[in-house]
């Protein structure tokens, strides 16, 4: 194939033979409201990393069917890229977060074919304090018309059982609303992460707890640099990104409802990873 030819390629479940782009080493898969924004931004800061297009490509849950070559030119060209680096003596890693990813339940398969040796890593915030992000950013963006977080999360079951079904029917099928209103469904981290896990095993996949990462990044930071055999850079800055804003929560009923719905998946994340993922409820 060309050198070039990548950028004209039709759909397809691999990397394209030949493509002159880079291809990506690791993916930030979510989970959404949990610093992926800031991760991602502390990680491509680092000086042997090369930047996409943009930091949430979203091709493997909402553009999947525009095929390989469409996602390929997201990734720089490999070439003056390997020229530029080769004559500073670095080495050059690119990636991308959609935090949609992690969520997505064709996605794992998906990755694994396209790019079997990518590296994943998964941010993972209490999902009570994950919905409640969630919904406020719904609310003060019109994406939900319910006049509480009560009212949303009455909704959500039969909401999200009609995108079920429309999934289940046609693999390409594409709803905002299947990502915007999952408040529960996106915080349920055991079924998710098992998905990925079957598909890549366990050692690929960093789990890191967000919470860690507001409080200290520089050490989730190099945690995450070190997954990706790196050295931390220790130019890189930790300034917050996508600070959360919108209508207050502060009902304590809401809290205590999500409590009980997420105490056995939150048992059963604790299962899979121990004790470390554990969010005191």
Request: charged share 25%; net charge positive; hydrophobic share 40%.
């Amino acid at each position: 194939m060309p050198a070039l030819a990548c950028e004209a390629a039709g759909v397809g479940l691999t990397w394209p033979e030949g493509c002159a782009r880079l291809r990506p080493r690791f993916l930030i898969i979510g989970a959404h409201k949990c610093g992926t924004t800031s991760l991602h931004h502390y990680l491509v800061k680092h000086r042997h990393m090369v930047q996409a297009t943009r930091k949430e490509i979203h091709f493997f849950d909402r553009h999947y069917n525009r095929g390989a070559g469409w996602y390929t030119q997201h990734f720089p060209k490999a070439f003056p890229v390997a020229v530029l680096r080769g004559a500073m003596g670095r080495k050059s890693i690119a990636g991308e977060a959609t935090p949609s990813y992690l969520y997505h339940p064709l996605v794992p398969a998906r990755v694994g074919t396209m790019l079997p040796d990518v590296k994943l890593i998964a941010l993972l915030r209490d999902p009570v304090e994950r919905a409640i992000s969630h919904w406020r950013v719904a609310h003060r963006k019109g994406w939900d018309d319910a006049p509480d977080i009560d009212t949303a999360l009455d909704r959500e079951a039969v909401r999200m059982a009609a995108h079920a079904g429309r999934l289940a029917a046609d693999e390409q099928y594409v709803d905002d609303g299947y990502f915007r209103h999952a408040y529960m469904a996106r915080g349920r981290y055991a079924e998710q992460l098992t998905r990925w896990f079957d598909v890549f095993g366990r050692e690929r996949v960093l789990v890191l707890k967000a919470e860690r990462l507001f409080e200290n990044p520089a050490a989730v930071y190099g945690e995450a640099c070190s997954f990706l055999g790196l050295a931390a850079d220790g130019r890189v800055g930790f300034d917050v990104h996508n600070i959360g804003s919108g209508k207050q929560v502060d009902d304590d009923g809401v809290r205590r409802r999500l409590r009980e719905y997420f105490a056995p998946h939150n048992a059963a994340l604790r299962t899979m990873l121990g004790d470390g993922f554990d969010w005191g409820y």
